[in-house]
């Protein structure tokens, strides 16, 4: 087989990358180790930046985006009980975010590439690369007990953290930065309605919780926990419990709960590697980077890989200007280590971490109530919220 672009991953940031390549007029396949089901069924993040709206749009798979999906206009950061929203349209010129589902988007892309008649290969087995900075580099892979082999010209590695794609470049021509943070989010899915028409951010001294929607009927609650914590030791009883002691007392009373539909900790983790490209191969989104949730920037970096690449590639293609490839390390990591400190920041004035003195706590409490308390502070944190623009490719 042959093609221009193999995308290892089918994921948001490989199906999304599919798409625009195609519309492009650049072939494209994509390999996927797991069941289209099995990719469905991820719980993730549903905040959309007004860059990967635009996308989505441009993809080909943004109709039902654009009817269902929740435009917010601001988000509430709650310090112990008390509340400050930050007004995005007024702080950014008129700018929002879409909350919709992972798993709804990812059905959209997926439903787009069936109609476009793409190759795709679900459960692929044994993919690797190969000779990814020579003339000629493909991806070997087995599928339904076949062995088959892919020649391309480049490679994109869209295959999470546990990918096979970081893992071909060797040790000494990447450099790895990782952060561990103590503790987790204990998510909980609930067909219940929201209990605030925004998201609300809040800072306790029993730790951090966030109410976040899927929609006007399914909410999305997430609470702190030690690393030590477990799923199976939490009912749902005793969720909604540790829940309602840190909403401030008005959510607290009007709070909906309900049977969980699905419980996960999410682990809270800060990870770079540098650089983002070896040879002909691309890192993008979790193969790359991943960010702690408290930012909603990990599904929004990943879409910065995804335009970065998709607008280096056409003009490859489509104006012949290959001297442009070896820049695309350099632009992701820009957006990339913007998206990190962002997340990086807000994960500690918000949450109560493990080792961290009285001191620090106190420090953190005054720089969040002073960023919310004027104008200029909650402006820089509105813009980084919704997004920073993209570089242009040129």
Same mark, same amino acid.
């Given at each position: 087989m042959k093609t221009k /672009? /193999?995308?290892?991953?089918?994921?948001?940031?490989?199906?999304?990358?599919? *798409?625009?390549?195609?519309?492009?007029?650049? @072939?494209?396949?994509i390999l996927e180790r797991v069941s289209p089901d099995y990719v469905l069924g991820r719980i993730r993040a549903g905040i959309l930046e007004q860059g990967f709206a635009k996308l989505l749009r441009e993809a080909g798979a943004g109709e039902r985006m654009d009817e269902e999906g929740e435009i917010h206009g601001g988000v509430e950061i709650a310090i112990n009980g008390e509340r400050s929203r930050l007004d995005f349209k007024k702080l950014t010129n008129g700018k929002s975010v879409i909350v919709y589902g992972q798993t709804e988007l990812t059905r959209d892309l997926m439903e787009a590439r069936d109609r476009s008649n793409q190759i795709s290969y679900y459960e692929a087995s044994n993919v690797k690369p190969h000779n990814v900075v020579g003339e000629r580099p493909y991806v070997s892979f087995e599928h339904q007990g076949q062995k088959h082999k892919i020649q391309c010209d480049y490679i994109a590695g869209c295959d999470g953290f546990h990918g096979v794609s970081r893992k071909t470049i060797p040790e000494e021509c990447k450099t790895e930065y990782d952060r561990v943070y103590p503790g987790g989010w204990l998510g909980v899915l609930s067909e219940t309605p929201p209990v605030n028409p925004e998201l609300v951010y809040i800072r306790h001294e029993r730790g951090f919780a966030l109410c976040s929607m899927r929609s006007q009927t399914r909410s999305r609650y997430y609470i702190q926990v030690g690393e030590d914590e477990a799923v199976e030791n939490w009912s749902d009883g005793k969720f909604w *419990? +540790?829940?309602?002691?840190?909403?401030? @007392? @008005?959510?607290?009373?009007?709070?909906?709960?309900?049977?969980?539909? +699905?419980?996960?900790?999410?682990?809270?983790?800060?990870?770079? /590697? +540098?650089p983002m490209q070896y040879g002909k191969l691309f890192l993008l989104g979790d193969a790359a980077h991943i960010v702690p949730p408290t930012g909603a920037k990990g599904l929004n970096t990943a879409a910065g890989d995804v335009y970065t690449l998709y607008s280096i590639l056409d003009q490859v293609y489509n104006e012949g200007n290959e001297d442009i490839i070896s820049r695309y390390s350099e632009i992701c990591l820009r957006r990339v280590w913007a998206g990190e400190r962002f997340s990086w920041w807000m994960s500690n004035l918000l949450h109560k971490f493990e080792g961290v003195s009285d001191f620090e706590e106190k420090v953190h409490s005054s720089e969040l109530e002073y960023y919310l308390a004027t104008e200029l502070g909650q402006k820089i944190i509105a813009e980084q919220y919704v997004g920073l623009a993209y570089d242009e490719i040129e």
């Open positions: /672009v /193999v995308i290892i991953g089918a994921g948001p940031s490989g199906l999304l990358l599919g *798409q625009l390549l195609h519309k492009k007029g650049i @072939d494209n396949i *419990q +540790e829940l309602k002691r840190r909403l401030p @007392d @008005d959510l607290a009373a009007k709070l909906v709960t309900g049977p969980s539909i +699905e419980k996960s900790i999410a682990p809270m983790r800060s990870f770079v /590697v +540098e």
